[in-house]
């Protein structure tokens, strides 16, 4: 062998051997605190993205429910209209009637 290590070299040797293994256990604590945040953000992101598909599917559901209720409203709506509609041509076929009989019967018609 070529030489030996003297006693404080040795010494050196070991308290930085000893310093960078305190460092890697201090960035292997710290590199699990961020693994840990960043599971617990994903899990939160997993979450948050079933609570939106969720709404999705009831906003869908609600659109289709309120096109229904739509439809029937405008069909309520249009079956007043159509009533008025034909009372009122009656009312108006009745008038129309009378003022012609009333001609006809003034002109000795009948």
Do not use: P
């Amino acid at each position: 062998m070529d030489s030996y290590l003297s006693r404080g070299e040795h010494e050196e040797f070991r308290k930085t051997i000893n310093a960078e293994f305190e460092n890697f256990k201090n960035e292997d604590t710290r590199i699990n605190k961020r693994l840990t945040a960043v599971e617990e953000a994903t899990k939160q992101i997993q979450s948050l993205t079933l609570s939106v598909q969720e709404l999705a599917t009831n906003i869908k559901t609600m659109c289709e429910t309120q096109k229904k209720e739509s439809d029937r409203l405008a069909a309520l709506e249009n079956r007043d209209g159509e009533m008025w509609r034909k009372v009122s041509s009656y009312i108006i076929t009745t008038v129309i009637g009378l003022i012609i009989g009333f001609i006809f019967t003034k002109l000795g018609i009948g």
